[in-house]
């Protein structure tokens, strides 16, 4: 890929980006967007979604409307994706039109718990040991292979937790292959691990790739609850997942985000766990405690912008309000240090993602 | 006027702040509304207006209409503006139907070079010598008064040094009296200014008030091209500054943002130059270099949340983009140190503001 200069393809102000995905994420990125002077337009099957109210255009439509889609990139200079399950026929069908960043390989990969393991298995980065199986009997072979515990997960469609299933011992199988839905799983080894770590790396069309200071991240049920920078592992630990986020975005020819998470060791070595090609609420203290946010270098990215080199500008613990968290709103409000980010989602349900604060300062 | 808790008027999330105005203020504000969870609906007389590609909701009607007014208040929890010069029958219309900030005899007020001048001799706080005149033989009298070098302006509808002319002696008056208009008009003083400084003052439904950073400003041709904070004034300049533009915010039981121009003179003294009741151009710099925005902040005041107490995170140089400026922004965007708001205005005209860049740090 040659490396052209910036200037000849930096977007002048007024060029429209597309964002596949309607959600916070792409609500931010539109505003990210704006702020640098482009329009933005929204790809969503859902009518009143986050991401619409602060973009010039939206289409509604299904990811599958092959002509749909083919008519949003036509409509756009430059597109990009909030939301990572888009099918990768649409993601293939957009890019025959215009750049699309990242490419529908790589989306595609990240969609695939086993494809992303071979492929960090492939960059030389440690998975946990894991077997793909597709059928109930290869299903208590793959058990029987990888050892309990186990976690058994869809190979595909699986977020915050869901499409998972933990097996203490293979007499669960039967329960777990039923739960998933009688399809393609990944059994993976359960990793003991003492942290959770994130890598987001941000790689632009000149091939110039940065990292954001890597985050530790507190789960609960499989969602994340708080991200911390900086993460306070040991400095080998730390240097070993930059290491390992790069090489993965290098091999891949990345042009955009990445998000890896990681699972840390007892021993400080560290298990690739997974990746998504888009901003990643691990990331979202960028947006008031680093000079850049992920949202705004992906929106650079795309326009053929210089990158922004990252840089801690202070402490900060990212705190996610889930369904009833957003009760707490009045306490966070009255934080001096909290800077408080609200989705405009008009029904508030349980487990779902409806804001985010970020406490910055010292007081962690 | 009686003090409520903030918790008793707290607006939750997904209720609607009404913004008069589309320009980039608004623009701002609506972002600034967006992040904390708000709907936003835009009243332009303007179609594709900046403001309105990231509002929820738009309403194009001129600001006359009162019924189009109407409806918009009706459709909001509570209203601010961002274009200064709304008449004040469409501010009376609005407030009678819903909560409007500031309110209607402040912005009628600050859009009277007299009344504002008035309003700060009141409070105590200095201004130039000045005079009103509605006839040419009245312009006369007035500058034989106020004596030459003296700026004559229009009392209304000024802005960005439109509306405003020099004389140097009285001969220049008939012609003056032309350009202007034949209009009412102030004769102003000329004062000899060694700096000028912007204070912008925050007062909450609670009468909490907290003003920013005080900023020092440089204009061309009576646009401002630069801010700096901290504005390196002296201590005693700075507090007479924060005193005076509280006393006056006091005093006009504000609420919602008032922001100031003082001339500063050659002992430290400071004379009021003028006011908005608004975001300003030169408090743009909290964006990038402050713990609040002041685009946040109003949306604050409007929602009833407490308001936060502005702290200066770095140094930090506003620089404008106006009109051929645009052609510099490639070198903007490969400052490290520049971080650029463009505002997504289709056309490019001489002298109209299209961006800005807040170069923040220590390289000033």
Chains 1, 2 share one sequence.
Request: aromatic content about 8%.
């Amino acid at each position: 890929m040659p490396l052209m200069p910036h200037e000849d393809r930096m977007l002048p102000p007024c060029a429209t980006i597309g964002i596949m995905g309607g959600g916070q994420l792409g609500r931010m990125m539109a505003m990210a967007a704006a702020s640098l002077g482009y329009h933005v337009h929204i790809f969503t099957p859902e009518k009143d979604c986050p991401a619409a109210e602060v973009a010039r255009y939206v289409t509604v439509a299904p990811y599958e409307d092959v002509e749909a889609v083919e008519a949003f990139a036509r409509s756009v200079d430059v597109m990009t994706l909030e939301f990572e399950n888009i099918p990768y026929k649409a993601a293939q069908a957009a890019q025959a039109v215009k750049p699309f960043y990242p490419s529908p390989e790589i989306v595609a990969c990240a969609q695939h718990r086993g494809w992303e393991k071979q492929f960090a298995t492939d960059a030389g980065v440690p998975t946990p040991n894991y077997q793909i199986a597709d059928s109930y009997e290869g299903l208590l072979r793959a058990v029987e292979h990888v050892g309990t515990p186990c976690i058994i997960k869809t190979t595909t469609m699986g977020y915050d937790g869901k499409g998972q299933y933990r097996v203490l011992d293979a007499s669960q199988c039967a329960d777990a292959w039923q739960a998933l839905g009688m399809r393609e799983v990944i059994i993976e080894a359960f990793v003991p691990f003492v942290a959770e770590a994130s890598v987001m790396v941000a790689r632009g069309q000149d091939g110039t790739m940065h990292t954001f200071p890597v985050t530790r991240n507190e789960h609960e049920g499989g969602i994340l609850r708080t991200s911390y920078v900086p993460c306070g592992l040991s400095v080998t630990t730390h240097t070993a997942l930059e290491h390992a986020a790069c090489a993965m975005a290098q091999r891949a020819e990345l042009v955009g985000l990445l998000a890896f998470e990681f699972f840390i060791l007892a021993d400080g070595s560290i298990c690739f766990n997974e990746m998504a090609p888009r901003p990643h609420n691990s990331t979202h203290w960028t947006m008031d405690a680093c000079n850049v946010s992920q949202f705004e270098q992906l929106m650079r990215i795309c326009a053929g912008l210089p990158l922004k080199k990252p840089t801690l500008r202070a402490t900060c613990r990212m705190v996610n309000l889930i369904g009833d968290d957003m009760e707490q709103l009045t306490k966070w409000h009255h934080d001096p240090h909290a800077h408080v980010h609200v989705y405009g989602k008009a029904e508030c349900r349980e487990g779902r993602k409806m804001g985010h604060v970020n406490i910055v300062g010292d007081n962690l």
